[in-house]
T-cell receptor, first 113, second 114 residues
Framework: QQQVKQSPQSLIVQKGGISIINCAYE??????FPWYQQFPGKGPALLIA?????SEKKEGRFTISFNKSAKQFSLHIMDSQPGDSATYFC????????????FGIGTKLQVIP | NAGVTQTPKFQVLKTGQSMTLQCAQD?????MSWYRQDPGMGLRLIHY???????DQGEVPNGYNVSRSTTEDFPLRLLSAAPSQTSVYFC?????????????FGNGTRLTVT
């Protein structure tokens, strides 16, 4: 059972465009939703995270939008750059549990010049 | 700080062989975990530990053993390697075991079982 569903699996965006990755979750006990960025040959690294008490969080060109009623959240990358080319994972976890983070399947983003 | 260090970076095993993947962190993190990454499957939790002497199973624990004798080290043992265990393995740690603190990942071990 995939508790966090992520789409698309791959995405090609032109430089300067907006990249959008979507995730949906099933477990309403989840209360922490991080996004991780992974470059080839490296481990994932935290990019940005949101809690369900806010609907949007922005850090530079990266924005998380959160819809609690629909149990969906998304990552928007504005003014996408070739250096943003990486695999992006959405994830979810709940407070009080032993940090059992559930990941989506990942989205491979390619930003072309 | 080195962060999370995994060794080896690459390994090839024959079916039935055993080996240990090493993971060490120097951040005094309580929580450590092992994930495997497979195409189309994302990152799946194998085992995790919330402190020295305390371990528990994740989503895909079969065929793997762990132990945590110190805060710093969390080795993953493959008892009898199978081709289905061909994957990239990541060790990750975080500061607090029950709070939603970020996971810090190592750079992975790419394992091929023939």
């Amino acid at each position: 059972q995939q508790q966090v569903k992520q789409s698309p699996q791959s995405l090609i965006v032109q430089k300067g465009g907006i990249s959008i990755i979507n995730c949906a979750y099933e477990n309403t006990a989840f209360d922490y939703f991080p996004w991780y960025q992974q470059f080839p040959g490296k481990g994932p690294a935290l990019l940005i995270a949101i809690r369900p008490d806010v609907s949007e969080k922005k850090e530079g060109r990266f924005t998380i939008s959160f819809n609690k009623s629909a149990k969906q959240f998304s990552l928007h990358i504005m003014d996408s750059q070739p250096g943003d080319s990486a695999t992006y994972f959405c994830a979810a976890s709940r407070s009080g549990g032993y940090q059992k983070v559930t990941f989506g399947i990942g989205t491979k983003l390619q930003v072309i010049p | 700080n080195a962060g999370v260090t995994q060794t080896p970076k690459f390994q090839v095993l024959k079916t039935g062989q055993s080996m240990t993947l090493q993971c060490a962190q120097d951040m005094n993190h309580e929580y450590m975990s092992w994930y495997r990454q497979d195409p189309g499957m994302g990152l799946r939790l194998i085992h995790y530990s919330v402190g020295a002497g305390i371990t528990d199973q994740g989503e895909v624990p079969n065929g793997y053993n762990v132990s945590r004798s110190t805060t710093e080290d969390f080795p993953l043992r493959l008892l009898s390697a199978a081709p289905s265990q061909t994957s990239v393995y990541f060790c990750a740690s975080s500061l607090r075991r029950t709070e939603n603190s970020p996971l810090h990942f190592g750079n992975g071990t790419r394992l091929t079982v023939t």
